[in-house]
């Protein structure tokens, strides 16, 4: 071990220097009770917080005008899964009638009718935005998206041909009649309620009908250009089938169209079946997913009452989820838009991710995390190097065995290739595969079936337990000796989304770390006792106690007049137990830096409690995904985790935290930390009440924000100017 890293039995002494005796501290002030739930921010309001703030970067003139338009959709897609998952739940707590307050003493109900009551305001704000702020611009700019009283008779030819031709064929009206009931709509399809006047060819006349577009059908169309030829144009689908929707219903009149769209609860729930059943039984909960319970309805912001009651009792809603929307009620399908132009003055400079000089391709990788150990932070600098090691070990032939887990991958995985093509190049291949990554789970079960069939042997991890922790075992035979190489990220192994979500890499031939990685994998494949990492921290077994033992270090510090701080930087802060570590902490004088991209139930600056703890949220071009926890005084100051700081990561998932042993990525990694803190172009602060603060920058501080800093130090043009 060199000199930079730190030994773990040292470590091992001071965890035993500050003995768990149980998890949750008492409050350093008698007459507070921790357990107060006014000290807690609720889960999903503070979810609905973090959206909001996503919403606001649509409204941002810095950004590139297709850059906003993106952020608006995002907003969209958040808010779906929020109600497919999050909402649905509370929803299903009421129907069996398990009300329970949450640690902030909110019920279900009292939760539900808040989120309704934000979210109503907030998709206000967000098709006004569109209709007054994203449209008129991308207009000004030649992309132009026209509604039906801005068809010339051209155009108004041309798409009677299009409906002809590409939609009348495929859509089946639907009747509403005794032998017709109400058809089961998809999830988030996008349809239209009429009200007809006459009678049809059999005499019938019951004056509703039911119109489903099916998914095949593009949402958005673009208008050839010898029709319009003045830039790009788009029309919408409901725009063709509201024009020409009498066509469905010869000899009839429509008196009222109106789109509408159901979301459902698509949370999937699988009893604990045999290991072997479980592809076979996920295979059949995906297809019920289409058909949940609905959550939410989104109508036309013209519909008439007489309709939307109709709907609302058919789907078994209530008025409080029934939302106008004054635009497409499937919003989120413009997201086509961005492969149909190619307008890059419209969105954000492109950049290329750095590749440090010792993982360049044609390298060998083995040679340079020999050397020492790579860090990598993307998507600054490149995930390219990962697959790259994947690819060289299932071509050397030292290589013995690959262990790898994969939660979420791009399509047409590279890794995948790579780790078939090892199998059967006679290595031994194991592959831990989550097939319940949420909406990645068809996905999963595909490269699963590659896999076998490759010869690798694929487990589904441990049935109850997530396998959520990103880590990637390599033995390789050198020198007549067998050696591991190991890989762990903060983030998936997913090359397309390296590019979009800020995540931490290590490479490293550690022995210990190694050993600690190979340990783990032992206990997902196999069978056996409690195991026990000499480095690693995993969940869920040693996480949780780890990191309260870790708090309480540096709160004992405080209490004995020495500096102490604590900076973590996560995705959400939901746990009450860390919380309430965090608070005595605080309490104790430990300064506390807390990077939390979106939920964070902890309160902030509450005197006597959390004077000393700041919470500030960074949203920018790159989704902030990595998780890393600074202990100052530990002998690892710098944990890198798959983990947010959440009830499910730290007790129902597979987790590991893992220290950065080379004090030179350590001193990196703090280094990059304080950008963050000191940012004050992209970031926001939580206040005590809830609310959320955008700070504006001061005189001094730097023109860019820390995601722009990093960009600029980090990428191939950086680091090729230097």
């Given at each position: 071990?060199?000199?930079?890293?730190?030994?773990?039995?040292?470590?091992?002494?001071?965890?035993?220097?500050?003995?768990?005796e149980?998890?949750?501290?008492?409050?350093?002030?008698?007459?507070?009770?921790?357990?107060?739930?006014?000290?807690?921010?609720?889960?999903?309001?503070?979810?609905?917080?973090?959206?909001?703030?996503?919403?606001?970067?649509?409204r941002?003139?810095?950004?590139?005008?297709?850059?906003?338009?993106?952020?608006?959709?995002?907003?969209?897609?958040?808010?779906?899964?929020?109600?497919?998952?999050?909402?649905?739940?509370?929803?299903?707590?009421?129907?069996?009638?398990?009300?329970?307050?949450?640690?902030?003493?909110?019920?279900?109900?009292?939760?539900?009718?808040?989120v309704?009551?934000?979210?109503?305001?907030?998709?206000q704000?967000?098709?006004?935005?569109?209709?007054?702020?994203?449209?008129?611009?991308?207009?000004?700019?030649?992309?132009?998206?026209?509604?039906?009283?801005?068809?010339?008779?051209?155009?108004?030819?041309?798409?009677?041909?299009?409906?002809?031709?590409?939609?009348?064929?495929?859509?089946?009206?639907?009747?509403?009649d005794?032998?017709?009931?109400?058809?089961?709509?998809?999830?988030?399809?996008?349809?239209?309620?009429?009200?007809?006047?006459?009678?049809?060819?059999?005499?019938?006349?019951?004056?509703?009908?039911?119109?489903?577009?099916?998914?095949?059908?593009?949402?958005?169309?673009?208008?050839?250009?010898?029709?319009?030829?003045?830039?790009?144009?788009?029309?919408?689908?409901?725009?063709?089938?509201?024009?020409?929707?009498?066509?469905?219903?010869?000899?009839?009149?429509?008196?009222?169209?109106?789109?509408?769209r159901?979301?459902?609860?698509?949370?999937?729930?699988?009893?604990?079946?045999?290991?072997?059943?479980?592809?076979?039984?996920?295979?059949?909960?995906?297809?019920?997913?289409?058909?949940?319970?609905?959550?939410?309805?989104?109508?036309?912001?013209?519909?008439?009452?007489?309709?939307?009651?109709?709907?609302?009792?058919?789907?078994?809603?209530?008025?409080e989820?029934?939302?106008?929307?004054?635009?497409?009620?499937?919003?989120?399908?413009?997201?086509?838009?961005?492969?149909?132009?190619?307008?890059?003055?419209?969105?954000?400079?492109?950049?290329?991710?750095?590749?440090?000089?010792?993982?360049?391709?044609?390298?060998?990788?083995?040679?340079?995390?020999?050397r020492?150990?790579?860090?990598?932070?993307?998507?600054y600098?490149?995930?390219?190097?990962?697959?790259?090691?994947?690819?060289?070990?299932?071509?050397?032939?030292?290589?013995?065995?690959?262990?790898?887990?994969?939660?979420?991958?791009?399509?047409?995985?590279?890794?995948?290739?790579?780790?078939?093509?090892?199998?059967?190049?006679?290595?031994?291949?194991?592959?831990?595969?989550?097939?319940?990554?949420?909406?990645?789970?068809?996905?999963?079960?595909?490269?699963?079936?590659?896999?076998?069939?490759?010869?690798?042997?694929?487990?589904?991890?441990?049935?109850?337990y997530?396998?959520?922790a990103?880590?990637?075992?390599?033995?390789?035979?050198?020198?007549?000796?067998?050696?591991?190489?190991?890989?762990?990220?903060?983030?998936?192994?997913?090359?397309?989304?390296?590019?979009?979500?800020?995540?931490?890499?290590?490479?490293?031939?550690?022995?210990?770390?190694?050993?600690?990685?190979?340990?783990v994998?032992?206990?997902?494949?196999?069978?056996?006792?409690?195991?026990?990492?000499?480095?690693?921290?995993?969940?869920?077994?040693?996480?949780?106690?780890?990191?309260?033992?870790?708090?309480?270090?540096?709160?004992?510090?405080?209490?004995?007049?020495?500096?102490?701080?604590?900076?973590?930087?996560?995705?959400?802060?939901?746990?009450?137990?860390?919380?309430?570590?965090?608070?005595?902490a605080?309490?104790?004088?430990?300064?506390?830096?807390?990077?939390?991209?979106?939920?964070c139930?902890?309160?902030?600056?509450?005197?006597?409690?959390?004077?000393?703890?700041?919470?500030?949220?960074?949203?920018g071009?790159?989704?902030?995904?990595?998780?890393?926890f600074?202990?100052?005084?530990?002998?690892?100051?710098?944990?890198?985790?798959?983990?947010?700081?959440?009830?499910?990561?730290?007790?129902?998932?597979?987790?590991?935290?893992?220290?950065?042993?080379?004090?030179?990525?350590?001193?990196?990694?703090?280094?990059?930390?304080?950008?963050?803190?000191?940012?004050?172009?992209q970031?926001?602060?939580?206040m005590?009440?809830?609310?959320?603060?955008?700070?504006?920058?001061?005189?001094?501080?730097?023109?860019?924000?820390?995601?722009?800093?990093?960009?600029?130090?980090?990428?191939?043009?950086?680091m090729?100017s230097?």
């Amino acid at each position: 071990m060199s000199n930079n890293q730190a030994n773990p039995a040292d470590m091992q002494e001071q965890e035993l220097s500050i003995p768990l005796e149980s998890i949750g501290c008492p409050a350093i002030a008698a007459d507070i009770d921790l357990n107060d739930s006014n000290y807690y921010l609720n889960r999903e309001l503070s979810y609905m917080q973090f959206n909001l703030r996503v919403l606001d970067q649509a409204r941002n003139k810095q950004h590139p005008l297709l850059e906003r338009l993106m952020f608006l959709l995002i907003f969209s897609s958040n808010l779906d899964e929020f109600y497919e998952i999050r909402v649905s739940g509370l929803k299903k707590q009421l129907g069996f009638g398990r009300q329970r307050p949450g640690p902030d003493g909110k019920y279900p109900q009292e939760v539900m009718s808040e989120v309704h009551q934000i979210v109503r305001q907030a998709l206000q704000e967000q098709y006004r935005i569109l209709n007054e702020e994203l449209l008129p611009a991308l207009a000004a700019t030649k992309i132009k998206f026209l509604y039906r009283h801005e068809w010339d008779e051209n155009l108004s030819s041309w798409t009677q041909e299009y409906f002809r031709n590409e939609v009348l064929p495929v859509i089946s009206p639907l009747g509403l009649d005794p032998a017709h009931p109400f058809p089961r709509l998809v999830n988030k399809s996008l349809n239209f309620i009429l009200s007809l006047e006459g009678k049809d060819a059999f005499g019938r006349d019951s004056g509703l009908a039911i119109v489903p577009a099916p998914r095949a059908l593009p949402r958005l169309i673009k208008v050839p250009s010898h029709i319009t030829p003045d830039g790009d144009n788009f029309i919408f689908l409901s725009s063709v089938i509201h024009e020409h929707v009498e066509e469905f219903f010869p000899g009839m009149k429509v008196k009222e169209c109106h789109q509408f769209r159901v979301t459902r609860n698509s949370d999937l729930e699988m009893s604990n079946v045999e290991v072997e059943d479980v592809a076979s039984a996920l295979q059949g909960e995906l297809h019920l997913r289409r058909f949940g319970a609905a959550a939410k309805l989104e109508v036309g912001a013209g519909c008439p009452a007489e309709l939307t009651d109709f709907l609302l009792e058919r789907f078994n809603l209530t008025e409080e989820e029934l939302f106008r929307l004054d635009g497409p009620v499937n919003l989120q399908r413009l997201m086509a838009l961005f492969s149909m132009i190619n307008r890059p003055d419209l969105r954000f400079p492109p950049f290329s991710p750095g590749t440090p000089t010792a993982l360049e391709e044609g390298s060998c990788i083995f040679t340079a995390v020999n050397r020492e150990d790579q860090l990598l932070l993307h998507p600054y600098q490149s995930f390219i190097p990962v697959i790259d090691w994947v690819r060289q070990a299932a071509r050397d032939p030292g290589v013995i065995s690959i262990k790898q887990t994969l939660y979420r991958t791009n399509e047409s995985s590279e890794l995948v290739e790579s780790l078939s093509e090892a199998a059967r190049n006679g290595k031994e291949v194991t592959v831990v595969i989550e097939l319940r990554a949420r909406f990645d789970e068809e996905e999963n079960i595909q490269f699963a079936s590659i896999l076998q069939e490759a010869g690798a042997v694929v487990v589904y991890g441990v049935m109850g337990y997530k396998t959520h922790a990103k880590m990637l075992l390599i033995v390789r035979r050198e020198n007549g000796r067998l050696k591991r190489y190991v890989h762990l990220g903060t983030g998936n192994y997913h090359r397309k989304n390296s590019l979009s979500y800020t995540d931490y890499s290590l490479m490293t031939c550690d022995e210990i770390l190694c050993s600690d990685v190979h340990k783990v994998f032992q206990q997902i494949t196999g069978m056996g006792k409690k195991i026990s990492p000499d480095l690693i921290l995993h969940a869920p077994f040693k996480l949780m106690k780890g990191l309260v033992q870790l708090i309480q270090q540096e709160k004992q510090f405080a209490l004995e007049g020495k500096p102490a701080r604590i900076i973590a930087k996560v995705n959400a802060l939901t746990d009450p137990v860390i919380i309430r570590e965090l608070y005595c902490a605080s309490q104790s004088g430990v300064k506390i830096d807390l990077i939390v991209r979106g939920i964070c139930c902890l309160k902030p600056g509450v005197p006597g409690v959390s004077e000393n703890i700041r919470v500030v949220s960074i949203i920018g071009r790159f989704l902030e995904h990595s998780r890393v926890f600074y202990f100052a005084n530990n002998a690892f100051t710098v944990y890198c985790s798959s983990a947010d700081l959440m009830e499910r990561n730290l007790q129902r998932r597979i987790e590991i935290a893992y220290p950065i042993l080379r004090k030179k990525w350590v001193n990196r990694i703090l280094e990059e930390l304080e950008l963050y803190l000191a940012d004050r172009q992209q970031s926001w602060e939580l206040m005590a009440d809830g609310a959320y603060k955008k700070l504006e920058p001061c005189i001094g501080d730097p023109a860019d924000g820390v995601q722009a800093i990093l960009l600029n130090s980090l990428s191939t043009h950086a680091m090729a100017s230097r």
